[in-house]
């Protein structure tokens, strides 16, 4: 029925009485400027919860781009389409009727913008396509439900409808369908992320900014222009002077971290020609040199714009994220204002992660949240963003340090289970989704996919994790046993020890045996890598070297033996360095064999400098053809000998520089006067210091031996 229309035309009386047979084509509503419902359709009932009595609480449900004087004519059947010609939807008499017709996706839903004196706005939604799902089936498969402003379901949007939804007298929420406690914390997440965004911003507000980069330290050379773009660089200003109908982007090449910091960028620019301006920030440096892709395609870009790209246009706020706009909002028009001067002053502003800010001759005109910060690793990169003709003067970028601090916010999603869909979770997630033009700020989406699968297989996967971390742990402890087995005792020689995988286990081992009177083996080896791996052919190494020892007492032959043990099980890839050496105390005489390990050394304070053990052979695990020979050098009392792993020369700082061999030499020589326990000790906490943590890139492992006694003076002992 068609309400009342005093002081409507008569011919325009006539437009209005066709909806009523255009309703079993289409659900329709009809509305004045001043928001009056003129007509309503029967069948848009079929949508419980929907507010048709004011035109504002539908805008927002409309995903649309106006098109003046253009339709799409395959979107009218034959009939309506006849009629309309008849009534002349775009007429140029004096009725002054002009219609623009805005399709969306072959027309559905469409809107029809009447610029009549009255002003109507007109919807037209095809029934058999259910306007809401079609809309929001171009966002995700995933959504369930609309909500209103009071968390009412305005309609359900997901094929499982059938099964939660039921008819039911008064509002209807999602409380009766599933957890409610966990359900609220969705509800409340943004209520509660903005009240931390608030704390986080009182502390920040104390800070001053700082001066990062101005024109005169950006050099046209440090910039890059998307493609077709034409700027015009100066010291004084920036000029965007193509003719693009869309928008052209300028990116500055050097990074900034915009995640531990806070980030202010201004500008003064000339409003004559202004359409479009915004910065783009956590940008992808790739999108900016892609010829296919934009800036913005991730990251933020924050957009102050004309409405629908014309001069005279309201201007918009925008905020988009990832290339989507997440928010939008209507410069009021006391700051509009500010455009009718020749310049004005701009600032945009990232602060705590997710609070956008923007300025107007240094008044706030508004302040947006994204509840979902962005937090890259990688995307440091900043862009100017705007259509021809902008002139921007004292570009400047400032930072301050953050409060941002993203384990802080609450998790964006829960796993719910709904009471009629027994044994399935839902991952959810309640969030905004404004549309092209910002839509309605009270709406808010409901989004859920069933992770009953993948909880399963989370859950199956964690339980296999923990066993795996349970052997390795008892394989660790028995690595440790190893590593850490009783030493010799003897008072001709000393030994001491340090041995530390940096994971659970590793490819480094160690040990000491006393062969019989007087004549010691030290062996110190290392397995490329330090994953489980390499614990195994660690473990298969220990074992091998065992066997060998049972065969033989000499170096060379050992190191043979387990070449070959190694080679028959491995691939070249995997390979084992390795130095073994027998004292004989009696002969004061140190035979050798050393497999690519890192360099030993004799110390004494008998000699200024150390005696490099160098000579060796190949790595062992190669090839079965190697040779590995045999070496011997005399030993003193009072010698100090050195046997380590790369892990503690491979110790790094935060210049990223190696502790390296010299510096663990220096410790030693400096510590000969020490007991042997104490040196080790300084040695550790030597190159601990130079990494900045007890925790090594790599396995290390390092033995001393004191050689005490040497010759005939160890004779005495024997008897």
Not at 167 to 190: I, S
Not at 235 to 243: M, Q
Not at 275 to 297: F, K, M, R
């Amino acid at each position: 029925m068609i309400p009342d229309t005093v002081g409507l035309s008569a011919e325009f009386k006539r437009f209005l009485s066709l909806f009523p047979l255009l309703s079993d084509k289409f659900i329709l509503f009809l509305y004045s400027r001043n928001g009056t419902l003129l007509f309503q359709s029967d069948s848009l009932k079929l949508y419980t919860g929907i507010n048709t009595t004011r035109l504002s609480d539908l805008q927002g449900l409309f995903h649309s781009e106006f098109v003046n004087d253009s339709f799409n004519v395959d979107f009218f059947p034959d009939k309506i389409f006849s009629t309309f010609t008849t009534l002349k939807l775009n007429p140029r008499d004096t009725l002054s009727i002009k219609a623009d017709l805005a399709e969306y996706h072959s027309g559905v839903p469409c809107i029809i913008n009447i610029a009549h004196q009255d002003g109507l706005y007109l919807a037209m939604l095809h029934p058999l396509f259910y306007f809401i799902e079609r809309f929001i089936g171009r966002i995700t498969p995933d959504m369930l439900a609309i909500l209103g402003q009071n968390n009412q379901i305005l309609y359900f949007c997901n094929q499982l409808k059938s099964v939660l939804y039921r008819e039911t007298e008064g509002p209807l929420f999602l409380d009766a369908f599933t957890e409610p406690a966990k359900w609220r914390q969705l509800l409340e997440r943004e209520p509660a992320i903005k009240n931390t965004f608030q704390q986080w911003m009182i502390k920040c507000e104390s800070r001053a900014w700082t001066l990062l980069y101005d024109l005169n330290s950006m050099p046209a050379s440090s910039w890059i222009e998307d493609i077709g773009s034409i700027w015009t660089f100066s010291p004084e200003r920036l000029f965007a002077s193509n003719d693009k109908s869309d928008h052209s982007f300028i990116t500055f090449m050097q990074p900034f971290n915009q995640n531990e910091q806070d980030v202010r960028i201004e500008m003064v620019i000339e409003t004559e020609h202004f359409i479009s301006l915004g910065i783009c920030l956590n940008i992808n440096i790739y999108n900016a040199q892609n010829e296919t892709g934009w800036p913005d395609l991730e990251g933020y870009h924050f957009q102050l714009a004309r409405l629908y790209m014309k001069p005279l246009d309201p201007l918009i706020l925008r905020l988009k994220k990832d290339g989507r706009i997440i928010h939008a909002t209507a410069l009021s028009k006391s700051l509009t204002s500010f455009f009718n001067e020749k310049t004005v002053r701009l600032a945009f502003e990232r602060s705590c992660g997710g609070v956008f800010r923007f300025f107007i001759n240094d008044m706030l005109g508004a302040t947006l949240f994204d509840y979902h910060p962005i937090v890259s690793e990688h995307c440091h990169y900043f862009s100017l963003a705007s259509t021809c003709g902008i002139r921007i003067h004292h570009l400047a970028i400032h930072v301050r340090p953050t409060e941002f601090l993203p384990d802080q916010l609450l998790p964006e999603t829960e796993d719910l289970i709904f009471y009629r869909l027994p044994g399935r979770i839902f991952e959810t997630q309640v969030t905004h989704y404004p549309g092209e033009w910002g839509g309605l700020s009270h709406l808010r989406y409901v989004f859920m996919r069933d992770v009953t699968e993948s909880r399963e297989l989370t859950k199956n996967l964690k339980k296999t994790i923990k066993e795996i971390e349970d052997e390795l742990n008892i394989a660790r402890r028995i690595q440790t046993h190893w590593a850490n087995a009783p030493l010799p005792d003897s008072s001709a020689i000393r030994f001491t020890t340090f041995f530390r995988p940096c994971g659970k286990v590793g490819g480094d081992m160690l040990d000491i045996k006393e062969l019989d009177d007087n004549r010691f083996a030290l062996l110190i080896y290392d397995v490329t890598g330090h994953s489980i791996v390499a614990s195994l052919i660690s473990a298969m190494g220990k074992m091998s070297f065992e066997n060998a020892f049972k065969r033989t007492q000499s170096p060379k032959a050992i190191l043979q033996h387990v070449n070959e043990d190694i080679c028959s099980v491995t691939d070249p890839t995997i390979f084992i360095t390795a130095f073994l050496c027998v004292i004989d105390l009696e002969k004061a005489i140190l035979t050798y064999s050393r497999a690519g390990h890192c360099i030993p050394a004799l110390f004494s304070l008998k000699r200024p400098h150390p005696i490099l053990l160098e000579k060796g052979g190949p790595v062992l695990g190669n090839s079965i053809e190697f040779d590995f020979p045999e070496y011997q050098i005399k030993v003193e009392e009072g010698d100090r000998l050195l046997l380590y792993t790369d892990g503690i020369i491979e110790a790094r700082d935060t210049n990223n520089q190696l502790f390296e061999r010299h510096r663990l030499f220096n410790v030693l020589q400096e510590t000969l006067s020490l007991p042997i326990e104490e040196a080790r000790d300084r040695i550790v906490q030597a190159a601990v210091s130079f990494n900045g943590s007890d925790q090594f890139e790599d396995d290390t492992a390092v033995i001393l031996a004191d050689i005490l006694k040497t010759g005939r003076t160890i004779l005495p002992e024997m008897i």
